[in-house]
């Protein structure tokens, strides 16, 4: 069984792909609608939180927890993996993280790899990544692709309220207007110039992927994470077998919240029709 955490629905968004990639795999989903956003809290606030949905999913019979969500990955993904894990009575199990598949779709570059390669050496592309104000200020997207592409401009842009407006259902027009703002702020960093790829550094963005596309120039490339982890899904799969193969468990999915299940599943239902209905955590 394998475990996916979010502060909220945006996990979801990834979720979803991974349930059509692997149709023979169970996943088990917890969403802490309780505490969601995370976004804007205090870096210790959001490890704790994560290592408690991370704690339960394992609890539950998870061998493997993805993090589907930036911020946590962000702030806790290397404490939990070098600090915690290993000493938890859940040591040969795993976590990970959705940045790292990020920046090797953002740079072409594998996550081992940290220094630059050709062509990445004569690589001036620009960048944009849109994300919450924990996540932009980890400044984690930026050193991981400076590392390995280092004549690229990587523009960050923290759209602060966006995630916490998903969440609430707020209408197209307020999400308009906040993405519009996002995107605009990041024209005016690079000068007008067009951004060659933005990353949705958020797993709520996808919601609002059409938002973007409408705001950013025609040419840019949207780098859509729900699939791009579902591609780095299979390949680490490939890699450790052993993941979902000692699995007892029937293929599918449950979804946990710690919010209100009915007012959760309403949500999700707006974009992912078919989703099981939220049991409460
Ligand atoms: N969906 C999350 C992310 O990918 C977090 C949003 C939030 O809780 O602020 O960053």
């Avoid at 404490?79 to 894990?85: G, M, S, V």
């Avoid at 299979?234 to 979902?244: A, F, M």
Wanted: hydrophobic residues 45%; negative net charge.
């Amino acid at each position: 069984m394998i475990g996916v955490f979010d502060s909220g629905i945006g996990g979801l968004t990834v979720l979803r792909a991974l349930c059509a990639r692997f149709p023979q795999l169970a996943f088990v989903y917890l969403g802490d609608h309780a505490n969601v956003p995370y976004g804007n809290r205090p870096s210790s606030e959001i490890v704790d939180l994560t290592r408690a949905g991370v704690e339960q999913l394992l609890d539950r019979g998870a061998r493997l927890v993805l993090l589907g969500c930036n911020t946590a990955t962000a702030v806790a993904a290397r404490t939990l993996q070098q600090d915690w894990l290993p000493g938890s009575q859940w040591a040969g199990r795993n976590v990970l993280g959705i940045v790292a598949p990020t920046v090797e779709a953002a740079t072409q570059t594998p996550w081992a790899v940290t220094s630059p390669q050709y062509p990445q050496k004569y690589n001036t592309d620009i960048v944009a990544v849109f994300g919450t104000f924990r996540t932009i200020s980890s400044g984690v997207y930026l050193e991981e692709i400076s590392k390995r592409c280092p004549k690229v401009t990587v523009v960050q842009q923290v759209c602060a309220e966006l995630a916490g407006a998903i969440e609430d259902n707020a209408g197209e027009a307020v999400l308009d207007a906040l993405v519009g703002a996002g995107v605009a702020a990041v024209m005016m960093q690079t000068g007008g110039a067009t951004p060659h790829r933005a990353i949705l550094g958020c797993t709520h963005f996808p919601l609002v992927e059409e938002l973007f596309r409408r705001h950013l120039p025609a040419a840019t490339r949207i780098l859509s994470q729900p699939d791009l982890v579902a591609d780095s899904l299979d390949h680490y799969l490939e890699r450790h077998p052993e993941y979902v193969t000692r699995v007892d468990a029937m293929p599918g999915v449950r979804l946990l919240t710690t919010g209100d299940r009915d007012r959760v599943g309403a949500t999700a239902r707006l974009f992912w029709p078919d989703a099981p209905s939220f049991e409460q955590a």
